[in-house]
């Protein structure tokens, strides 16, 4: 089935297999990838991006090297946590959900993250989830109890393959739904039935009831739908693993016999802060939003979440954060020296073929950026200005080249980010604690270093101060 080698070799690490596979395409030059998306319930967090990212470099990586990429990812709108956030806000579940999408839209689209070739909702599916259902209540792989439709995980002889477990290792391992109507505790939903009090938007009529689907069923349909019964990669965070991607396999391969389903599994690693797993809770729950509100640019951001090789754990810190925005400021000083013509010209160029083959190997972004390293230093060196040229074209393929930034410091528009604002915060309190002791002369010369350093103090009402960072000089 999978006979078609593509031009250059490329290699990814298979979760099924737990080791680098050479890809090959089930058909010739055509390469199908389904994603797992958002659950539309909340503003993205760093850990939603950085799924994200890592699915739009392996998207740009293969609509280079194959004439076709069909790349679905999908938008969960209709889930538990949505109906929870919908009646914390006291809103409608739709109207949450669309305002939940545009904000996922905004933020993606400042870490300049490609639309995908389909983005289906489930809302707009249910036929199509419905369908699959009734396949696997057919083939007995699943059984109503209690108005639900669940999935006979007994019936399904290889559950566990991709978690490399067995079921009683599972059982006693997962948090699972505990219920009595279950015939074993690995049961999953397939259908629910609707609550008295769901919001109407979130209820669908069905053979079994009104009610909604199960999470994973959903996955298993729109795939299906826009991929066929087998396709290439199926990709998410280490996170779905278990349960949702190993349930996935199950209810699909019973669903369509003689299905692979997917021939390749693809895992993105977790995302901490400090070494900590983010949490609201913990009061570390960082979204692409606060990054952006501190003027972070969304290249800056995208290079952090990239800069740790996509399967390995990545843990937020400032450290991080600041040492990606000098890369990004280095290599955009250098380019913004150039005339506008050459600049646009280098955008137009492909990326280089080496390029091309570190990321063949399992995504090999370190190995890209010492390369565009070694670039700018031969054309230090040199002053050769095909080097800068080539840096231009790839920065721009890896989506890490702002266009806009370059106007800015072309002409001098910048805003000065240098200074940490905890600083900042301290230098005002100390300025304030002057104040009130009279010493005025402390005070002044509090507020002149800062200046100096490009940040603006102003008193306003409530013997309060703010600060305004300026554009460098």
């Known amino acids: 089935m999978t006979n078609f080698k593509p031009k250059i070799t490329i290699k990814i690490f298979d979760t099924l297999k737990n080791s680098l596979q050479e890809l090959k395409t089930i058909e010739p030059d055509i390469l199908k990838i389904y994603v797992c998306g958002p659950t539309v319930y909340d503003r993205p967090h760093l850990g939603n991006?950085?799924?994200?990212?890592?699915?739009?470099?392996f998207y740009r990586f293969f609509k280079e090297v194959f004439k076709e990429?069909?790349?679905?990812?999908?938008?969960?709108?209709?889930?538990?946590?949505i109906n929870a956030s919908a009646k914390e806000k006291n809103i409608s579940i739709q109207n949450l959900t669309s305002q939940i999408i545009?904000?996922?839209?905004?933020?993606?689209?400042?870490?300049?993250?490609?639309?995908?070739?389909?983005?289906?909702?489930?809302?707009?599916?249910?036929?199509?989830?419905?369908?699959?259902?009734e396949k696997l209540l057919a083939n007995n792989h699943a059984y109503i109890a209690d108005n639900h439709v669940l999935f006979d995980v007994s019936s399904y002889q290889n559950y566990g393959e991709l978690s490399n477990r067995k079921i009683d290792e599972l059982i006693s391992g997962a948090r699972i739904e505990i219920a009595d109507y279950k015939k074993t505790p690995l049961d999953f939903v397939l259908w629910k039935p609707a609550d008295k009090d769901d919001d109407l938007s979130s209820v669908?009529?069905?053979?079994?009831?009104?009610?909604?689907?199960?999470?994973?069923?959903?996955?298993?349909?729109?795939s299906h739908k826009y991929l066929g019964e087998n396709f290439d990669i199926h990709g998410g965070?280490?996170?779905?693993?278990?349960?949702?991607?190993?349930?996935?396999i199950a209810?699909?391969?019973?669903?369509?016999?003689?299905?692979?389903?997917?021939n390749y599994w693809v895992h993105n690693g977790f995302l901490t802060v400090n070494g900590e797993k983010m949490s609201k809770s913990l009061k570390n729950f960082i979204t692409v939003k606060d990054l952006l509100d501190q003027n972070i640019n969304g290249c800056v951001i995208r290079l952090m979440l990239?800069?740790?090789?996509?399967?390995?754990?990545?843990?937020?810190?400032?450290?991080?954060l600041k040492d990606c925005q000098k890369i990004f400021e280095k290599f955009h000083e250098i380019i913004?020296?150039?005339?506008?013509?050459?600049?646009?010209?280098?955008?137009?160029?492909?990326p280089c073929e080496m390029v091309l083959n570190f990321l063949a190997d399992d995504l090999n972004l370190a190995e890209t950026l010492a390369y565009l390293h070694d670039l700018l230093k031969k054309f230090k060196t040199t002053t050769d200005q095909q080097f800068l040229a080539k840096i231009i074209a790839n920065l721009n393929f890896l989506a890490f080249f702002d266009k806009d930034y370059i106007s800015l410091i072309k002409n001098n528009f910048l805003v000065d980010n240098s200074i940490d604002e905890n600083y900042i915060l301290e230098q005002i309190n100390l300025r304030n604690n002057y104040k009130l002791q009279k010493n005025y002369a402390y005070a002044d010369k509090i507020r002149d270093e800062l200046k100096a350093q490009n940040i603006i103090l102003e008193d306003i009402a409530g013997n309060k101060t703010i600060f305004h960072r300026i554009k460098k000089t």
């Open 49 to 57: 991006a950085r799924s994200i990212v890592v699915y739009d470099l």
């Open 69 to 81: 990429v069909i790349f679905v990812r999908n938008i969960t709108d209709v889930d538990d946590k």
């Open 102 to 133: 545009q904000y996922f839209y905004d933020d993606i689209s400042a870490l300049n993250v490609l639309r995908p070739t389909f983005e289906p909702k489930v809302t707009e599916n249910i036929t199509e989830i419905i369908a699959i259902i």
């Open 204 to 222: 669908f009529d069905s053979p079994w009831g009104k009610g909604r689907p199960g999470w994973h069923i959903e996955c298993s349909a729109m």
């Open 237 to 248: 965070g280490a996170d779905l693993q278990f349960p949702h991607h190993e349930n996935e």
């Open 251 to 262: 209810q699909s391969k019973c669903a369509f016999h003689g299905s692979n389903y997917a």
């Open 306 to 320: 990239l800069s740790s090789h996509y399967r390995k754990p990545f843990d937020f810190n400032e450290k991080i």
């Open 336 to 350: 913004a020296k150039e005339n506008d013509d050459f600049i646009e010209a280098s955008l137009n160029l492909k």
